[in-house]
Each structure stands twice: as structure tokens, then as C-alpha cells.
């Protein structure tokens, strides 16, 4: 009998988290009509969300490990995703807390 394991770290939950959560509000602030601020803070906050969750998902690849012991099933194959920068991933990281800042400087501080 064959079972496939994974394991996913709490980075990359969060990552797809955000990533929904993003598309969401996204697609929310297009249904409603706010104030001109509060649109663009929300819309500059979801995109930031988003570019952080793709940013983490391209940084934690999934790898196959494979068992090592001898006694173990051959049909047993691990799936692990473990950090691994890729330079995509941390500069969406990058894009992400610029975007956060400028919605919170468009929340905070309008004319």
C-alpha cells in the first residue's frame, strides 16, 4: 500500500492564506465604492497580500524525499517544502512590504 506524506511549514500556509485573501479583497473593493484613500489603501494592502503569497510559494519548491532505510515500504515517497530562495520569490517579498507601507501611508495619512 502506497501513502504520500507531506508536510508544509507554517510560512507557506500563511503564504496561500494570503494569497486568497488577497484575490479576495481584490475582487471585494471592485463591488463596492469607498472613499477614493480607502480604495487605494485596500487595493495597494490586497496586492501586497498576493505578491507576499506568491513570493513564499515560489520560495518553498516541493522536493520528494525518497526513504532511506531498508526495511521501509518502496512505496513510500515524502513530499517536503522547505525554504529555498529563488531570486523571483524574494523580490515579490520585497514588492509585498513596499506595497504594505504604501497602503498604510495611503490609510493613514490622506490629504
Given at each position: 500500500?502506497?501513502?504520500?506524506?507531506?508536510r508544509f511549514p507554517p510560512l507557506f500556509i500563511a503564504a496561500c492564506?494570503?494569497?486568497?485573501?488577497?484575490?479576495?479583497?481584490?475582487?471585494?473593493?471592485?463591488?463596492?465604492?469607498?472613499?477614493?484613500?480607502?480604495?487605494?489603501?485596500?487595493?495597494?494592502?490586497?496586492?501586497?497580500?498576493?505578491?507576499f503569497g506568491v513570493g513564499e510559494i515560489l520560495n518553498h519548491p516541493?522536493?520528494?524525499?525518497?526513504?532511506?532505510?531498508?526495511?521501509?515500504?518502496?512505496?513510500?515517497?515524502?513530499?517536503?517544502?522547505?525554504?529555498?530562495?529563488?531570486?523571483?520569490?524574494?523580490?515579490?517579498?520585497?514588492?509585498?512590504?513596499?506595497?504594505?507601507?504604501?497602503?498604510?501611508?495611503?490609510?493613514?495619512?490622506?490629504?
Open positions: 500500500m502506497s501513502a504520500k506524506q507531506t492564506i494570503a494569497v486568497a485573501l488577497g484575490v479576495v479583497l481584490i475582487i471585494g473593493i471592485n463591488m463596492f465604492s469607498m472613499a477614493d484613500h480607502i480604495f487605494r489603501g485596500v487595493l495597494l494592502l490586497s496586492t501586497g497580500l498576493t505578491l516541493k522536493e520528494t524525499i525518497f526513504p532511506i532505510r531498508q526495511d521501509a515500504e518502496p512505496g513510500i515517497v515524502k513530499y517536503y517544502r522547505r525554504r529555498n530562495s529563488c531570486g523571483l520569490g524574494t523580490l515579490c517579498d520585497i514588492a509585498s512590504l513596499l506595497f504594505f507601507f504604501m497602503a498604510l501611508s495611503s490609510l493613514f495619512f490622506t490629504k
